[in-house]
């Protein structure tokens, strides 16, 4: 993977021999242990930036993104952080069926109408605040390169992790990334690539042009990590 990618493994999350998609707070399997070392290691980095923005997506469909999103909330929120957790897969929306969340108005409609972010995030858990992607836009890619989409990000939390489409499936994510007033406040990408499921050349191109945006700051969240040589879990 690291090689296809030309970017290094920042996080190994095993399959939970019990099934287990989402951690809860204070679990012990070592899924959820995996995402509190992957969160030790952001916070770690983040001293010098104390409000940090990070954009998790994938090469393809159903490689867990969204999962992984929820979870590095979850591990975030133990820590302590204030974390904002942003379905902006339109198309696909899965957060709030992760947390169990109604998705009735979310981010289509802050960017659609005068509606605003503090009015329509809900929370789940402490620490934790989610704004669901709302009713499916005509041209999700247009709202997202939009300016408005900036002041979205622009709120008081110590994280704010975007949960975006598949980088080759549609050109949702790289609206985001395109967005020279989002850009700005994009300090990390994360490429969720399950172990088994995952194509060589498409991961291979996902990362490349990740690399044109991430200057530096972009790993491989590699999911149902199983049997790697060295690694036990």
């Given at each position: 993977?690291?090689?296809?990618?030309?970017?290094?493994?920042?996080?190994?999350?095993?399959?939970?021999?019990?099934?287990?998609?989402?951690?809860?707070?204070?679990?012990?399997?070592?899924?959820?242990?995996?995402?509190?070392?992957?969160?030790?290691?952001?916070?770690?980095?983040?001293?010098?930036?104390?409000?940090?923005?990070?954009?998790?997506?994938?090469?393809?469909?159903?490689?867990?993104?969204?999962?992984?999103?929820?979870?590095?909330?979850?591990?975030?929120?133990?820590?302590?952080?204030?974390?904002?957790?942003?379905?902006?897969?339109?198309?696909?929306?899965?957060?709030?069926?992760?947390?169990?969340?109604?998705?009735?108005?979310g981010l289509a409609d802050v960017l659609e109408s005068e509606t605003e972010t503090k009015n329509v995030l809900q929370?789940?858990?402490?620490?934790?605040?989610?704004?669901?992607?709302?009713?499916?836009?005509?041209?999700?890619?247009?709202?997202?390169?939009?300016?408005?989409?900036?002041?979205?990000?622009?709120?008081?939390?110590?994280?704010?992790?975007?949960?975006?489409?598949?980088?080759?499936?549609?050109?949702?994510?790289?609206?985001?990334?395109?967005?020279?007033?989002?850009?700005?406040?994009?300090?990390?990408?994360?490429?969720?690539?399950?172990?088994?499921?995952?194509?060589?050349?498409?991961?291979?191109?996902?990362?490349?042009?990740?690399?044109?945006?991430?200057?530096?700051?972009?790993?491989?969240?590699?999911?149902?990590?199983?049997?790697?040589?060295?690694?036990?879990?």
């Amino acid at each position: 993977v690291e090689n296809a990618a030309a970017l290094n493994i920042v996080a190994r999350v095993p399959r939970a021999p019990n099934g287990e998609v989402r951690m809860l707070p204070n679990a012990t399997s070592s899924l959820a242990e995996a995402y509190r070392s992957l969160a030790t290691n952001i916070i770690g980095g983040s001293r010098q930036h104390p409000e940090r923005v990070v954009l998790i997506t994938s090469a393809e469909p159903l490689q867990g993104k969204s999962t992984a999103t929820a979870n590095l909330a979850t591990a975030l929120a133990e820590r302590g952080m204030n974390v904002a957790a942003i379905d902006c897969d339109t198309r696909r929306p899965r957060l709030h069926k992760l947390f169990g969340l109604p998705n009735d108005t979310g981010l289509a409609d802050v960017l659609e109408s005068e509606t605003e972010t503090k009015n329509v995030l809900q929370h789940p858990a402490d620490c934790i605040s989610v704004l669901t992607s709302g009713k499916q836009p005509t041209n999700p890619s247009q709202l997202l390169s939009s300016p408005k989409m900036a002041n979205v990000v622009r709120q008081q939390f110590d994280f704010v992790l975007l949960d975006t489409p598949a980088l080759l499936a549609v050109s949702d994510t790289q609206a985001i990334m395109h967005n020279a007033e989002l850009a700005q406040h994009l300090d990390a990408f994360f490429v969720v690539v399950r172990q088994g499921h995952a194509q060589h050349s498409p991961v291979e191109a996902a990362s490349r042009l990740i690399k044109k945006f991430a200057d530096g700051s972009a790993g491989i969240i590699l999911d149902e990590a199983d049997n790697l040589p060295g690694h036990r879990y």
